[in-house]
C-alpha cells in the first residue's frame, strides 16, 4: 500500500526558514511528479509548488516564487519544500502529493495520491 508521510512542519517567527519532508513508500515516482499544497481553515486546498521526478523541473505559485524551494531525493523517494521568508499568510496545512502522470500538476484532480498533511504555523 502507498503511503506518503509527511515530517518538519511546526511554529516559526515570521521571516524564519522551514523545511517539509515527504517520503513515500510502495511506489516510486521517478517518472512522475511531486506537488505540495497547502489549505488555510475555511479555504480550499491551494496550489504551492510541483517537481518533475525525472528532469527535476519545478512549478510555484506566484505567492510563493522566490520564497520557495521544491527538491527531490529519488533515491530516498522524497521530496522537500524548503521554504524561506515565510509570512503568517503561509499558515495552513501542508499536504505532500504525488502522480505517476506529468500533467496538470497544479490542480489536485492532478494527484492521485496524499499524504495526511503537517501543520505550519508562521507567527507575526
Known amino acids: 500500500q502507498l503511503q506518503l508521510l509527511e515530517s518538519g512542519g511546526g511554529l516559526v517567527q515570521a521571516g524564519g526558514p522551514l523545511r517539509l519532508s515527504c517520503a513515500a513508500s510502495?511506489?516510486?515516482?521517478?517518472?512522475?511528479?511531486w506537488g505540495w499544497f497547502r489549505q488555510a481553515p475555511g479555504t480550499e486546498r491551494e496550489f504551492v509548488a510541483a517537481?518533475?521526478?525525472?528532469?527535476?523541473?519545478?512549478y510555484y505559485a506566484d505567492s510563493v516564487k522566490g520564497r520557495f524551494t521544491a527538491s527531490r531525493d529519488n533515491a530516498k523517494n522524497t521530496v522537500y519544500l524548503q521554504m524561506n521568508s515565510l509570512k503568517p499568510e503561509d499558515t495552513a496545512v501542508y499536504y505532500c502529493?504525488?502522480?505517476?502522470?506529468?500533467?496538470?500538476?497544479?490542480?489536485?484532480?492532478?494527484?492521485?495520491?496524499w499524504g495526511q498533511g503537517t501543520q505550519v504555523t508562521v507567527s507575526s
Open positions: 517537481i518533475s521526478g525525472s528532469s527535476g523541473m519545478t
Open positions: 510502495g511506489r516510486t515516482f521517478s517518472n512522475g511528479a
Open positions: 502529493t504525488a502522480t505517476t502522470a506529468q500533467f496538470r500538476l497544479t490542480t489536485t484532480t492532478g494527484y492521485g495520491y
